[in-house]
Each structure stands twice: as structure tokens, then as C-alpha cells.
């Protein structure tokens, strides 16, 4: 998958250079053999060549360019910025925390697969979407996530589950989500070297994450005695992970209350347990919260008039300084 869409990079940046240029052919030729070949350090030799080509096409921006760039068909069309929000903050007002469910009335599968497609555009940094969704709708599976969430009714009554699993390895995916932003045009051709350069840096951690410790230490020291900013190197793997997953986890959450469905999220859960019920892989994924999805009985419904109380916003928000 690399070498294929290195191959792809480089044709992009020689395009405009003309086929015949032998340090793009070369350069393409040298990718395709260092995967093929299995080498070890083939992901560096690549990115080394496509760093030399882009140099090479730095005094000809124009030629580089995409004879025809592709245009995401997906682009949503305007809408009324004051009818969106207050959708959107209806929606994030209404919100509550359900604990007893109807476990007579089930949700719309349509509406729920509609819902989990919003969810995936979600954010995520780098656009490795580092995430996925379990639906748990089985009832074995579920009274096993019961047992994993320590009791919690909520699993059981709601028809609905959702298991969010956060990726601690989501570099694994950065050729692929490359070689969607480049057939979107989404990433321009002299992007991609970059792009793959940023995220191994950024990501790699090394043998029981000592490389990842090793290169937040000299990060930070380099922005504080250079006085030059440099992203900040995650060194709890896990952590990310968490990071990443709980912005869809969020956003689901609040497409739910838009849908007229009730939701509960749950963090206090056996994490070991739940991958188990639901067999996720134990080394590579990490689980930051469950949500159950349905609607409320009556009496848990009246429970709705008195919300959760917050800080005042001057409390919660700080303008320019903490």
C-alpha cells in the first residue's frame, strides 16, 4: 500500500515535468522495488526520494500541478448558518443522560446506519481516523457488555450499544488516507512527502514507545532553547487514542438527540471485559466509553425537567489568557 501510493505521488509531482524525466522514473522505479523487495527501511528510501523530487520541482510549481484535479463529490451544499445552529444547539441543549430504558420500543436501523455515516465526519488529526464504532444489537453480546460495564441496566434495556474503540497504532493507516486525499484532491501532489514525514515523526513511537519519549523530550527542549514551536510528540499512546475517539463519540451522542433518541455514555466499564464481549484486539486498540442508544421510559423521561446543572460560562471559558 506505501509503495503504491508513493508510485502515485511521484507520478503526480513529474506530471507537468514531462514522462520522460529520469528522476521521476527513477524515483517511482526505486519505491516500487523497495516494497516489492521487502526492505526494511523501504518507507524512508521512499520518502527520501519524493523529498529529492520535490526539491527538484520546487523552481517549477506550475509543472507539478494536476493536469485535472478531483473534485470531492461529497461537498455539502450552503446552508442557513442561523437555521444550522440552532438546530445544532438544540440538539446540544436537549441532551441528557438516560439510565432506564424502554426495552418494548427499538430504534430505526436506517436512522442509526444514517447517523453512525455522519459520525465519520467526525475530526481526527492527520484524517488518520483512528476510530471505530461496534454496534451491539445481539442480546448474547450484550449481556456480556452488561457483565463488562459492571451492571450498568442500561446496556441491557437499550436496544442499542455502541462500542468506541480508538486506534493506538493509527499510523497504520496514513497510506491510505493519503491516497484518499490525493484521488479527492483534497492533499495537492507536493503534499504527500510531507504528510507521511509529519505523521511517522509524529507517531512512531519505537519499541515499548522509547522512541516517542526520546522525541518529546528533545521536541520540547528544541522549541523552549530555539524558541521555534514544534507539535508536542504524544508519548501515552493510549491517551491519543482517547483523544481521537471521543470527538466522534461526542458527535454521535449529539445526532442521537437530534434523531428524538435518548442516549447514555458510559466510561466505567471493565476496558479488558469489553474488548473480550466484543472481540476487539487487546494490544492495538484501547476502549474510552460505551454508549447505549433508545428511548426512555415514562417515568425516566419526567426525570428530563430538572437538567444537570453547569457552571456559569465565566466559570468554564477564559478569553485570550487561562
Given at each position: 500500500?506505501?509503495?503504491?501510493?508513493?508510485?502515485?505521488?511521484i507520478a503526480?509531482?513529474?506530471?507537468?515535468?514531462?514522462?520522460?524525466?529520469?528522476?521521476?522514473?527513477?524515483?517511482?522505479?526505486?519505491?516500487?522495488?523497495?516494497?516489492?523487495?521487502?526492505?526494511?527501511?523501504?518507507?524512508?528510501?521512499?520518502?527520501?526520494?519524493?523529498?529529492?523530487?520535490?526539491?527538484?520541482?520546487?523552481?517549477?510549481?506550475?509543472?507539478?500541478?494536476?493536469?485535472?484535479?478531483?473534485?470531492?463529490?461529497?461537498?455539502?451544499?450552503?446552508?442557513?448558518?442561523?437555521?444550522?445552529?440552532?438546530?445544532?444547539?438544540?440538539?446540544?441543549?436537549?441532551?441528557?443522560?438516560?439510565?432506564?430504558?424502554?426495552?418494548?420500543?427499538?430504534?430505526?436501523?436506517?436512522?442509526?446506519?444514517?447517523?453512525?455515516?455522519?459520525?465519520?465526519?467526525?475530526?481526527?488529526?492527520?484524517n488518520l481516523?483512528?476510530?471505530?464504532?461496534?454496534?451491539?444489537?445481539?442480546?448474547?453480546?450484550?449481556?456480556q457488555l452488561?457483565?463488562?460495564?459492571?451492571?450498568?441496566?442500561?446496556?441491557?434495556?437499550?436496544?442499542?450499544?455502541?462500542?468506541?474503540?480508538?486506534?493506538?497504532?493509527?499510523?497504520?493507516?496514513?497510506?491510505?488516507?493519503?491516497?484518499?486525499?490525493?484521488?479527492?484532491?483534497?492533499?495537492?501532489?507536493?503534499?504527500?512527502?510531507?504528510?507521511?514525514?509529519?505523521?511517522?515523526?509524529?507517531?512512531?513511537?519505537?519499541?515499548?514507545?522509547?522512541?516517542?519519549?526520546?522525541?518529546?523530550?528533545?521536541?520540547?527542549?528544541?522549541?523552549?532553547?530555539?524558541?521555534?514551536?514544534?507539535?508536542?510528540?504524544?508519548?501515552?499512546?493510549?491517551?491519543?487514542?482517547?483523544?481521537?475517539?471521543?470527538?466522534?463519540?461526542?458527535?454521535?451522542?449529539?445526532?442521537?438527540?437530534?434523531?428524538?433518541?435518548?442516549?447514555?455514555?458510559?466510561?466505567?466499564?471493565?476496558?479488558?471485559?469489553?474488548?473480550?464481549?466484543?472481540?476487539?484486539?487487546?494490544?492495538?486498540?484501547?476502549?474510552?466509553?460505551?454508549?447505549?442508544?433508545?428511548?426512555?421510559?415514562?417515568?425516566?423521561?419526567?426525570?428530563?425537567?430538572?437538567?444537570?446543572?453547569?457552571?456559569?460560562?465565566?466559570?468554564?471559558?477564559?478569553?485570550?489568557?487561562?
Amino acid at each position: 500500500m506505501l509503495g503504491h501510493s508513493c508510485r502515485r505521488l511521484i507520478a503526480a509531482a513529474g506530471a507537468g515535468a514531462g514522462a520522460t524525466s529520469p528522476r521521476v522514473s527513477d524515483a517511482a522505479s526505486a519505491c516500487g522495488n523497495e516494497v516489492r523487495e521487502g526492505s526494511n527501511n523501504g518507507n524512508g528510501g521512499c520518502l527520501a526520494r519524493l523529498r529529492n523530487l520535490m526539491v527538484w520541482n520546487r523552481t517549477n510549481a506550475a509543472a507539478v500541478a494536476l493536469s485535472s484535479p478531483v473534485s470531492c463529490a461529497t461537498t455539502p451544499a450552503p446552508i442557513s448558518s442561523g437555521a444550522a445552529l440552532d438546530a445544532v444547539e438544540a440538539a446540544v441543549r436537549e441532551r441528557w443522560t438516560c439510565r432506564q430504558f424502554d426495552t418494548a420500543k427499538p430504534i430505526d436501523l436506517g436512522t442509526l446506519k444514517r447517523i453512525l455515516a455522519a459520525t465519520t465526519r467526525a475530526p481526527t488529526g492527520f484524517n488518520l481516523q483512528g476510530w471505530h464504532a461496534v454496534v451491539v444489537t445481539n442480546t448474547e453480546v450484550r449481556e456480556q457488555l452488561f457483565q463488562a460495564a459492571l451492571g450498568q441496566p442500561q446496556v441491557l434495556q437499550a436496544p442499542v450499544t455502541v462500542v468506541f474503540v480508538g486506534d493506538v497504532e493509527p499510523e497504520r493507516n496514513a497510506p491510505q488516507a493519503l491516497e484518499m486525499g490525493l484521488e479527492t484532491g483534497y492533499y495537492g501532489p507536493l503534499y504527500g512527502a510531507t504528510y507521511l514525514r509529519n505523521v511517522y515523526y509524529f507517531m512512531h513511537g519505537g519499541p515499548m514507545q522509547s522512541m516517542a519519549a526520546v522525541k518529546s523530550i528533545v521536541s520540547a527542549w528544541y522549541s523552549r532553547t530555539a524558541g521555534t514551536p514544534l507539535v508536542s510528540v504524544p508519548v501515552s499512546r493510549a491517551g491519543y487514542a482517547w483523544k481521537q475517539t471521543m470527538i466522534p463519540a461526542a458527535a454521535f451522542v449529539q445526532l442521537c438527540t437530534a434523531a428524538g433518541w435518548d442516549t447514555c455514555m458510559m466510561e466505567g466499564i471493565d476496558e479488558d471485559a469489553v474488548k473480550r464481549a466484543v472481540g476487539v484486539p487487546v494490544e492495538r486498540y484501547t476502549v474510552p466509553v460505551i454508549v447505549s442508544v433508545g428511548y426512555a421510559t415514562a417515568a425516566e423521561a419526567e426525570k428530563r425537567r430538572v437538567r444537570s446543572p453547569r457552571f456559569a460560562t465565566l466559570h468554564t471559558v477564559r478569553w485570550n489568557k487561562f
